[in-house]
């Protein structure tokens, strides 16, 4: 075969330059935050967590508002909207890659009303159903800080319910995964036909309600890294790394501050401090093999961002990413008035097997007040994040440019508060203040600077009133 100069000129050309192979597109789902509550009854009152009056010995005063089939804004997850959730996965994707659950199985409600054994058996209920509904697929599962007993206080390494979960699990894990979380809660597996390897951690040893470790004084070298997990993540991704895999991280509990809680220049956190900065150290550090984390526990629907460790705010550049996928319980938070509630969802993500690159993320929701009054669950799609926010990728440059225009575009900005509560709340009850909260809470995972960012916002707004009152002053003493 004869092959011109042009030809070979041409070929020359494609072969100098630098190429990314691309894979198929899969999809896998996230799910999070179900908090099956197993005592929810539609006889129950809507402020004693839809619970049977008499079951918990209260008298009702005047008529109480009937909590519906599939929820109650007040209350947790009753077993029919925690089924039509899984029904409803199945049906718009009922073959994905692989499902991500990111834990807080049971109920807001007192320990009084728990045991290490009813913990158990809520987390086998929803093992149960996601493997009844998705058989072949592999899911990787985390826990949550309701999913031990007493809540919150799960000690660093072994327990008991971890080992009783892992065999529940053990249907999707592999022997060394398996190990592993029974070891400490923490795993990572190769995803199978794909370039992605995802890595689960354990959020709830560096939780700052959990006692274990957050009573450790700073100079206790097991305060330092409780469990070694910190070593334990900087071996797995100088691994994968080397083996050129693209890492999802996963976990419950995410870093920075809760975007909703408005009482203090400071906000709500999660993680202790000093895990929160060596969390951010340890992105920053391995950002090249992170493609994207997924983490819950809000039960909204938000991003984060993280950046190299310029000093200025200028200079700095986005390395990596965190999505937060909404809960399926649609439970009115008692953090503070304006934390609120929300619709129950869940979500699909599109992803490239070779580059790991997130293509697309879909999130799907159910109307429950809807589905109440009809009595019947018609999950629908709320949205695709490309679409209503005009992405071409979905990447750590092109979220923090949406972040950017989130600040100054209202109209942009009711969009992302519309799915921030999964389209319950009406964004026009979020002001200048909560706006500037959510700016702050997605650019800066950083506690200092997530207080500075809030407090200059702040600032500058007092000083734009007292300039305005300044003058209006001056005129009245003319």
């Given at each position: 075969m004869m092959v011109t100069q042009l030809e070979v000129v041409l070929l020359a050309v494609l072969a100098s330059c630098p190429h990314q192979a691309h894979g198929r597109i899969g999809t896998f789902w996230h799910v999070s935050d179900f908090h099956l509550d197993p005592n929810y009854t539609v006889t129950g009152v809507t402020d004693n967590m839809c619970w049977d009056m008499?079951?918990?010995?209260?008298?009702?005063?005047?008529?109480?508002?009937?909590?519906?089939?599939?929820?109650?804004?007040?209350?947790?997850?009753?077993?029919?909207?925690?089924?039509?959730?899984?029904?409803?996965?199945?049906?718009?994707?009922?073959?994905?890659?692989?499902?991500?659950?990111?834990?807080?199985?049971?109920?807001?409600?007192?320990?009084?009303?728990?045991?290490?054994?009813?913990?158990?058996?809520?987390?086998?209920?929803?093992?149960?159903?996601?493997?009844?509904?998705?058989?072949?697929?592999?899911?990787?599962?985390?826990?949550?800080?309701?999913?031990?007993?007493?809540?919150?206080?799960?000690?660093?390494?072994?327990?008991?319910?971890?080992?009783?979960?892992?065999?529940?699990?053990?249907?999707?894990?592999?022997?060394?995964?398996?190990?592993?979380?029974?070891?400490?809660?923490?795993?990572?597996?190769?995803?199978?036909?794909?370039?992605?390897?995802?890595?689960?951690?354990?959020?709830?040893?560096?939780?700052?309600?959990?006692?274990?470790?957050?009573?450790?004084?700073?100079?206790?070298?097991?305060?330092?890294?409780?469990?070694?997990?910190?070593?334990?993540?900087?071996?797995?991704?100088?691994?994968?790394?080397?083996?050129?895999?693209?890492?999802?991280?996963?976990?419950?509990?995410?870093?920075?501050?809760?975007?909703?809680?408005?009482?203090?220049?400071?906000?709500?956190?999660?993680?202790?401090?000093?895990?929160?900065?060596?969390?951010?150290?340890?992105?920053?550090?391995?950002?090249?093999?992170?493609?994207?984390?997924?983490?819950?526990?809000?039960h909204t629907d938000s991003f984060r961002l993280f950046f190299n460790d310029a000093k200025s705010q200028e200079a700095r550049s986005p390395v990596s990413y965190q999505l937060l996928v909404p809960g399926v319980t649609p439970w009115r938070s008692t953090l503070s008035k304006e934390t609120g509630a929300n619709n129950p969802g869940i979500r699909l993500v599109s992803y490239d097997t070779i580059t790991g690159e997130v293509t697309e993320v879909s999130t799907y929701y159910l109307d429950l007040e809807a589905a109440n009054r009809l009595g019947r669950a018609e999950w629908k799609l709320e949205y695709n994040f490309t679409f209503v926010y005009n992405l071409k990728a979905i990447n750590p440059t092109t979220l923090y440019n949406l972040a950017k225009k989130l600040k100054n575009d209202h109209f942009l900005f009711d969009r992302y508060y519309t799915a921030n509560t999964v389209s319950l709340e009406d964004p026009s009850v979020c002001k200048a203040k909560c706006r500037r909260l959510h700016w702050c809470a997605i650019t800066e995972v950083n506690y200092t600077r997530f207080y500075e960012c809030n407090s200059a916002m702040r600032l500058s707004c007092h000083w734009a009133f007292c300039s305005i009152l300044a003058i209006l002053l001056a005129l009245v003493a003319r």
């Open positions: 008499e079951r918990v010995k209260r008298q009702s005063r005047g008529e109480a508002r009937a909590p519906g089939e599939f929820g109650d804004y007040e209350c947790d997850a009753p077993l029919a909207l925690v089924k039509s959730a899984v029904a409803a996965m199945a049906n718009f994707q009922p073959n994905p890659d692989f499902i991500l659950w990111t834990g807080d199985d049971t109920a807001h409600v007192d320990d009084k009303f728990f045991s290490s054994q009813t913990v158990v058996q809520i987390i086998a209920r929803l093992t149960d159903e996601l493997h009844r509904v998705f058989p072949n697929t592999i899911v990787f599962p985390v826990l949550g800080n309701h999913d031990y007993f007493p809540k919150n206080q799960i000690p660093p390494g072994e327990s008991e319910i971890q080992t009783q979960v892992a065999g529940l699990w053990s249907r999707w894990f592999s022997r060394s995964a398996l190990d592993s979380f029974k070891a400490g809660g923490r795993y990572w597996e190769d995803v199978e036909g794909s370039n992605v390897t995802v890595v689960a951690v354990n959020t709830l040893i560096w939780y700052k309600n959990n006692l274990n470790t957050a009573l450790l004084p700073d100079d206790d070298p097991l305060a330092k890294d409780p469990d070694g997990q910190f070593q334990w993540l900087d071996d797995i991704l100088r691994q994968l790394a080397a083996r050129k895999r693209k890492v999802y991280v996963i976990g419950h509990i995410p870093p920075g501050t809760f975007e909703r809680y408005q009482q203090t220049r400071e906000g709500f956190h999660w993680y202790q401090p000093r895990y929160n900065t060596r969390f951010m150290e340890v992105v920053r550090q391995h950002a090249s093999v992170i493609e994207a984390q997924f983490f819950a526990h809000h």
